[in-house]
């Protein structure tokens, strides 16, 4: 049984263009989470989803910042026009059920330059 | 606010001595879990503790939950290098809409020299 697979693990974007982030949760695993780790700081919520649902976005930036998780493929967090300090590794995290164990990916670390 | 607090924020050991690893937090809580990670890495999940539990193992590792006093403590045993990592403690958010978010920490950053 794999990991949370995350993709691309290192993504370099210039000012303005688009950033999209991919993860694929453990087999079984209906709950996907994204988070945003800044340099040494711990990790932010940023939202919460179930297949075709976002149930919590509370932590996403009200613009330029989305995300989905359809009923095939993988979960995308979708950055538009990026900027300087949208820099930081986004982990994304996958759990079973609500209130168990989550397990994180590798991490995507985006790089605004 | 920062829900999960630990404390030190950097530990040095030498290899073969304990570590032990505090968590305080603000609110009330289901589970409580610790993740380790290397630099630069993801995040590896250690142990999930629910708030009817005072005491969890496994292998070298030991957490206690005192939810009276909403801390927790992480105790690694002898100590090794590949220990070397920043660990976090995690807390568990309900909401009435049914959401479900862990809030972490700063972390503690462990080294362990050989």
């Known amino acids: 049984n794999a990991g949370v697979m995350q993709n691309p693990r290192h993504l370099v974007r210039r000012r303005g263009q688009e950033a999209r982030l991919r993860c694929s949760p453990m087999k079984g695993h209906s709950h996907v989470y994204w988070y945003r780790q800044l340099p040494e700081e711990g990790l932010k919520f940023m939202v919460y989803l179930q297949k075709e649902n976002i149930i919590d976005e509370s932590g996403m930036p009200k613009e330029r910042f989305s995300a989905e998780f359809p009923k095939e493929g993988p979960s995308i967090l979708r950055i538009q026009q990026v900027v300087r300090g949208d820099s930081a590794a986004y982990f994304c995290a996958s759990s079973p059920q609500w209130n168990t164990e989550a397990f994180f990916g590798q991490g995507t670390r985006l790089t605004v330059v | 606010s920062q829900q999960g607090e630990e404390d030190p924020q950097a530990l040095s050991i030498q290899e073969g001595e304990n570590a032990t690893m505090n968590c305080s937090y603000k609110t009330s809580i289901n589970n409580l879990q610790w993740y380790r990670q290397n630099s630069g890495r993801g995040l590896v999940h250690l142990i999930l503790?629910?708030?009817?539990?005072r005491e969890k193992h496994s292998g070298r590792l030991r957490v206690t939950l005192d939810t009276s006093k909403k801390s927790s403590s992480l105790l690694i045993t002898a100590s090794r290098a590949a220990d070397t990592a920043s660990y976090f403690c995690?807390?568990?958010?309900?909401?009435?809409?049914?959401?479900?978010?862990?809030?972490f920490g700063k972390g503690t950053k462990l080294s362990v020299i050989p």
């Open positions: 503790i629910r708030s009817n539990e």
């Open positions: 995690a807390t568990d958010a309900i909401s009435g809409a049914g959401s479900y978010q862990l809030t």
